[in-house]
């Protein structure tokens, strides 16, 4: 652009265009395109990563949790102590009702030789009609006999035995082996040397009232 033209055009409100800037480094004197970081060309110095703002976090945001306080040695200790005491409460139970079971098996086995043994050899009369009381079970029971049943049974030559809920007039030897079968069906066994004190249901005269016997 010659001079002439170049004022002409600042005549009219042009500006003249800016002057390309030179180098810094140029200017500096160091060398082209060199960093002032001392790092080459086309490299780029790492930075510090800022904070990450979900620093212990797992997904999503959730708070990571660390382990929990440990446990002092008095708290295992006693962890350890109620864990045995549990247990053996535990093994109390199961030894208890394999007990009560293997005694109800024996109760039951005992009472079908029982049955076995008495089969047919009751003494009970149609015809009997003295009330013979006697206590059993905590409890006042009775059994209709002779005259003659009553003597041979306060004379201990005769016994009661208990039966699913019937009572049965037995000999004395019939007796003595239900006892040694099953004792707890034995319900009347006199013993004729005992005073007659010990057993007040002997006499036939005395009665008991019918709202009295269980």
């Known amino acids: 652009m010659t001079d002439s033209l170049r004022n002409q055009l600042l005549g009219l409100g042009f500006k003249p265009a800016p002057e390309p800037r030179k180098n810094d480094s140029n200017r500096r004197g160091g ?84 049955a076995e043994l008495v089969k047919d050899k009751s003494l009970n009369a149609a015809e009997a009609d003295i009330a013979r009381h006697f206590p059993y079970g905590g409890k006042i029971k009775r059994i209709h006999v002779t005259a003659d049943q009553l003597k041979a049974l306060n004379a201990g030559e005769l016994g009661v035995l208990q039966m699913d809920g019937r009572y049965l007039l037995v000999t004395a030897e019939l007796l003595a082996q239900a006892a040694e079968v099953f004792p707890p069906a034995i319900a009347l066994r006199v013993d004729p040397d005992a005073p007659a004190a010990e057993d007040p249901y002997a006499d036939p005269k005395y009665q008991v009232p019918d709202d009295l016997v269980w």
């Open 31 to 114: 060398k082209p395109n060199e960093r002032r970081d001392g790092g080459k060309p086309g490299s780029s110095a790492k930075r510090a990563d800022p904070p990450r703002t979900g620093a212990g976090k797992g997904p999503a945001g959730h708070k990571r949790r660390g382990p929990g306080p440990a446990r002092s040695r008095e708290e295992i200790d006693l962890a350890k102590a109620y864990a045995i005491r549990a247990q053996r409460e535990k093994d109390e139970r199961i030894a208890a009702e394999k007990a009560r079971q293997e005694e109800a098996r024996l109760r039951r086995e005992a009472r079908a030789r029982l």
